[in-house]
Structure formats: C-alpha cells, structure tokens
C-alpha cells in the first residue's frame, strides 16, 4: 500500500501488517516541519512561461497587476502591493501607517512583527514596540486597553494595534476582531492584520476573507505558506496606502523588475491549491486524532493545519524523527527532544498520514512508552518562542 512512499529497505509496518520489501523507491522527502516546504511542481513552471514580463517598479506587469486587483479584492480592499516576503509586507503594512515619531505599535507578545522580523520596526519606523501577552488564545479589547500608550509627555504614544490570524495555527475569533476594530476607530488607532495564513482561518470557519479583511486598515497575507506558491506576500489597503507603500517598497530595496512570473504562480495556487486548504485541515485533524489515541498531548489547540505535539511519556522526539525519515521520509523538526511543530500542507496525501501513524504506532510498540523528562511542565515556546502557553 505505501509501496511509492518508501525507500527500498525492508520495513517493519504494524503488527496487523506482514513484513514487506520494497524495491521500488522514492526519494521524495515529505517535509511536514513548515508549510513553506512545499515544491513548485511543473503546472507552475508552464504558469510562467506564460507571464507578461514588464516592469513592477514602475507598476507596468500586467500579471503581477492582476494578481493585486485579485487578492485585493478577495480581502474587501482597494488595492494590493506583491512583494517578496511576509516580513516585507508586515513592515511595510507598519511603516506606511507610522508617520513621525515617537510613535509605536502594540501587538502580541507571541507574533512574528515581535519575533522573527529582527526588529525591522525600530529599524525601519523608529518605533518601539508594546508586546503584550493576552490572557486568552489572542488579543482582546481589554488587553489592548489595558496596554495602549496615551501619555504625550513621556511615551510613544500607540499609534497602531497589530494582531496576528492565525496565530500558531489557532484563529483569532472574528467577533472579537469586530470589537477591535471598532475600539481602534473610535481612539484613532489604525489596525494592522498579519495575515500570512488568513486564508487557514477562512477555509476553517467558512467566513470570507473579506470579513476578516475588511476589519483592518492594513492587511499581509502570504501566498508562500499554505498556499503553495514558492515566493510572495501581499500587502492590502485603500489606494493611496498602497500608493505609498510602493515607494517604501523601493527604499527599502525590495523593487522589483520582472515579477510576472511569480504573480502568475502565485494566481494558479490562489486557483487551484487554496480550495484544497479544507482537505489539508482534515487530514491534519485526522493525524492529531491519531496521535492523541497514541498518548500524544497537543501544547495548543488543533484548528487548522499545525500540530504543537508533545511526545513525553510516549516516545523520545528525536527516535520519533529518526524512524519516520528512515522508514517514511517523513521529515519533522527535531531540534528538541520533547516537542515539535507539525504543519500539513497540499503536498502531504492521505498515504503519507496513513504511513506516519502506522510507523508511529509501530515504534511505540517495539519501544515502549518513556517516563517523563521531568516534573516541569513543558510548553511549546523552548522549540517555538511564539507558542508560549495560553495564559
């Protein structure tokens, strides 16, 4: 049955399964450590060669143009700006909002503006930033009015509120969105939305993008992650923001030439792998169910396509990542011994779920379950530093 998935060596499956030699193999890695993992495939190389190739500095790309007007619309904005990254976008999102210091931000403590950006926004805008550690799953009305700078004498005053959906695969209720949004208008704050995998929260609570969307001022959503495309971002707002974001855009050295051909991978994956995002979420579903039934415990709620997975009292992680790549080539972060981060994505089948639980299975089997590492509850921020516990 998982003949196509392994390599040629002799592999021991479950005990209801007999001892089986394969001879035929496949070196293909199924890398389920990020979404971003995910090959470009030949469809999209053809995609390509189809492009226009004008200039996006001077915004002349006919492709890239149509991608922007699309996602643009998709999200109950005016207008879009592609760009190269979802670190680009966020600070751009940022930069275009702030206007003379001092000035800051505030967002969740646990987010990649505050994280994984390498702190562009004192570099770029001169701003500090406020993280603030919510008392729930995301930020709150109450945990922004506690936290917003209003003191014009000594502070940088709050000039811009940044959340951050989904948030370790975990979505940010859209009610609550609502409620922020209208706290940030009625103060005269301006919202920012990382929204690199919005489109996670829109294919799981079966809400438009555009009601997300549509809340914010600025919104940044990655097609490079679960949407599969192998490069971009897109940063969405009213015309003349993103007037101005292009040329931020080209200070910041992020202007480029012929981009048509990414546009236009980036619109097939909108076409083609985002209706299939459901799936992945059901599968991933599917593989927590199997694990948890295995004595896995989940560090944060499944909800979309990650899994914070520990395997204490279960299996040692490492032995764990070992076996599915020795006798799977299923790859996952063992960079810690206790937990990890699981993300399924497009590429990843129902086979590849089905091999995983059962080398899993026969594993804990042969090996035996392990006693804890420690009485020191383990969360999932000494692997992750945005996954700290729920408060």
Known sequence: MFSSLLKCRRVFLPKHSQLCSYSVVSKEIYDISSDTATKPTDAMFDVMKQASKEDDVFGMDSTTNSLESHVAKMLGHESALFC??????NQLGLRVSLKQPPHSVLADARSHINLYECGGLAYHSQAPLT?????????????IERHVIKDDLCGAMTKVIAVE???NGTIMDVNELQSISKYAKEHGYLLH???ARLWEASAA??????????????VSVCVSKGVGAPIGSLLVSDNETIRKARHLRKLMGGGWRQSGGLAAVADYCLENVLPTMKDTQKRTQRLWEGLEELGMKALL?????????DTRGIIPMKLWANHL????NIKIDASDDRASRIVLHYQITDNVVDLMLDITRK?????GTKPDDGPTPVDASHIYPSASPII
């Open 84 to 89: 190269a990254s979802g670190s680009m976008t």
């Open 131 to 143: 993280a603030v550690m919510p008392r729930g799953a995301h930020l709150t009305v109450h945990d």
């Open 165 to 167: 959906n989904t948030l």
């Open 193 to 195: 939305m990382d929204g």
């Open 205 to 218: 609570k079966n809400i438009p993008l555009s009601a997300y969307g549509s809340l914010c001022d600025t």
């Open 301 to 309: 709620p499944v909800e979309t396509n990650m899994i914070f997975i």
């Open 325 to 328: 790549l020795e006798y799977g």
């Open 363 to 367: 594993l804990i089997h042969d090996a």
